[in-house]
């Protein structure tokens, strides 16, 4: 589990691709005396393992399902990732619940300035459209923000001048493709009301209703 709150920036040594999954390597500033090998840190929001570490180095496997998912697998060489170790139970929840599972991916569709602040728009697939609301929380490449807005499948986020600064999107432009995880807890609570929603919808009729006193 994360909070969406960037801890470091890496930079990508190498991906050698095995087969559908692959081997990434990035170079980072985390204390590496404090991770260990099978420890998550979660890059660009896509929660990995770690299986090696060397000389300022992190490696991770990562599974055709996560290339397949996110944008793991199109890194390439010098490009730069957002890191962070998994949260432990007592630190402060600065951001929100981030589990690292990503749902898809999002394509940068817009940006302005306004007020020294840089406003972002993504276009994700409808289908995760539903599980966005204003003002509620969303991790974009890991990052933990604010939605400002939603139309149909675009939504917007304010990225002040600090986050900007300590993550990768002050690099994002136009057509740039980022990590999305929509917040945890709608996707548990439809996932629990599914089959009540469905029998409800069977069972209600226009005589039930009428006879309840709601015709």
């Known amino acids: 589990m994360f909070t969406g709150l960037i801890e470091d920036i890496g930079k990508v040594a190498r991906l050698d691709r ?6 990434l390597v990035a170079s980072c500033t985390l204390p590496l005396d404090e991770i260990r ?27 055709p399902e996560t290339v397949a998912r996110t944008t793991i697998g ?11 170790r998994a949260l432990c139970l007592g630190d402060r929840l600065g951001g929100h619940l981030v589990s690292g599972h990503v749902d898809c991916i ?35 490449d890991g990052i933990s923000l604010t939605v400002n807005e939603i139309s149909g499948d675009v939504f917007s986020v ?15 432009r136009q057509g740039n ?26 069972d209600i009729s226009m005589e039930l209703l009428a006879k309840n006193g709601f015709l």
């Open 74 to 84: 199109k890194l390439r060489p010098g490009e730069t990732v957002n890191l962070e």
């Open 177 to 202: 493709e980022v990590n999305i995880e929509t917040d945890l807890i709608g996707k548990y609570v439809e996932r629990l009301l599914g089959p009540v929603r469905e029998r409800c919808s069977n």
């Open 158 to 172: 304010n990225i002040i001048p600090h986050t900007a600064r300590e993550t990768t999107l002050h690099l994002r």
């Open 37 to 63: 090998i099978g420890d998550s840190v979660a890059v660009n929001g896509a929660c990995l393992t770690v299986v090696e570490k060397a000389a300022g180095n992190i490696s991770f496997d990562v599974s």
């Open 106 to 140: 999002a394509v940068m569709c817009a940006s302005r300035e306004e007020s020294g602040n840089r406003i972002i728009s993504f276009r994700l697939p409808e289908k995760y459209s539903r599980y966005l609301m204003e003002k509620g929380s969303v991790a974009i």
């Open 18 to 23: 095995a087969g559908a999954g692959a081997r």
